[in-house]
């Protein structure tokens, strides 16, 4: 189940991951007024005909869960963003990969609460699949504007195995301190 957004990113993220993707990039946006995010794979993409049905939540591949009979990733995400005042945009070409993209009105009563931004940057860059996981970070709230960008190959490049408990720590460390106000 989804309590917050950053579990319907991570959801997302995660179908780019496995979706034969070398790279997956993720785009964060907050304001005082709006959370946006984009997640784009250079995956094996989809015809309209299978981004038909991958928005029907009564219809499922069979490939990723081969027992389930209904897909609830996308069919969440659009409702939760029309429910608080966002939206949603779906680009997929066969062979070419998909871009998913949301909003959310952080005003409106229905909308989730945002979740731990880093630790969904952290969980998003430990999982298997593309050759690199790149992280665009933009917050921009009243008083303050924070924007960086971390890649998965150069995170590893620095602390080596990022599903070690150590790398982990560190890698939390680091960006919970970029979110962190001057």
């Keep these: 189940m989804h309590f917050t957004v950053s579990d319907l990113v991570l959801d997302i993220v995660q179908n780019a991951a496995e979706a034969q993707s070398k790279i997956v990039t993720v785009t964060l946006e907050e304001s005082d007024q709006e959370f946006r995010f984009t997640v784009q794979d250079d995956g094996k993409g989809m015809t309209s005909e299978e981004l038909q049905k991958a928005l029907d939540p009564f219809h499922s591949d069979g490939i990723k869960h081969p027992h389930r009979k209904v897909g609830l990733g996308l069919p969440f995400l659009v409702q939760t963003a029309e ?18 993209r949301a909003w959310f009105s952080l005003e409106h009563v229905d909308t989730p609460p945002l979740g731990d931004i880093p630790s969904l940057i952290r969980m998003v860059l430990l999982l298997p699949g593309p050759e690199d996981i ?28 990022l599903e070690e408990a150590g790398s982990q720590v560190l890698l939390d460390q680091y960006l919970h301190s970029l979110e962190e106000e001057d």
């Design 83 to 100: 429910q608080c005042g966002g939206g949603w945009d779906i680009q997929s070409k066969k062979g070419q990969g998909t871009m998913v």
């Design 134 to 161: 790149v992280v665009r970070r933009n917050l921009t709230k009243a008083h303050r504007k924070t924007c960086y960008e971390v890649r998965k190959t150069e995170l590893q490049d620095v602390l080596g195995n």
